[in-house]
């Protein structure tokens, strides 16, 4: 699986962390994101009886449709992004995906060594990159020094989405 082109359904953010019109559309365009998201998010947002038109025509729209014009448009009058917070959301909502369907990956911490070059290094999932040294000492076998990493992982996921 390309870590770059996830296409993480909207059914799995919801929940999770609260996304607006600027989360969309960094989701959207490093292809981390369905799609289909923004026109689900919209007609959620329509049925909470919005007037604005914007919305009501992007909710309108079929899932193959490209939703990007009206996304923009909704995240322009969120203000400029703070790009890190972003990126931080994307990060553990990337992070939560991968540790959820672990098992569909040969070798999910490779995937996490993916994501840690794909979001410039973060020190805070270094705990967890597998080729990163460690404090900690060594448990003496691979399976046991991967079990912590895994460990060390969850607990990220735990702090990451707190009031997000």
């Known amino acids: 699986m390309d870590i770059v082109r996830l296409r993480i359904p909207y059914a799995f953010i919801r929940g999770r962390v609260r996304m607006d019109w600027r989360d969309i ?41 490209d939703a990007r014009a009206y996304v923009d448009e909704l995240a322009t009058r969120e203000g400029e992004p703070a790009l890190a917070e972003v990126r931080a959301k994307w990060l553990c909502v990337v992070l939560t995906w991968i540790f959820e369907h672990r098992d569909e990956y040969a070798d999910p911490l490779g995937a996490v060594q993916e994501v840690y070059a794909d979001f410039d290094y973060p020190e805070r999932i270094a705990s967890f990159v597998r080729y990163m040294p460690s404090d900690a000492p060594d448990l003496g076998t691979r399976e046991l020094n991967e079990k912590r990493l895994y460990a060390n992982w969850e607990r990220y996921l735990q702090e990451c989405c707190k009031g997000r």
Request: hydrophobic share 40%; aromatic share 2%; glycine share 8%.
């Open 25 to 65: 559309a960094f989701g959207l365009k490093e292809e981390l994101l369905d799609p289909a998201a923004p026109t689900q998010l919209a007609a959620e947002l329509v049925n909470e009886d919005s007037s604005d038109s914007t919305l009501i025509e992007l909710a309108g729209l079929s899932g193959s449709e």
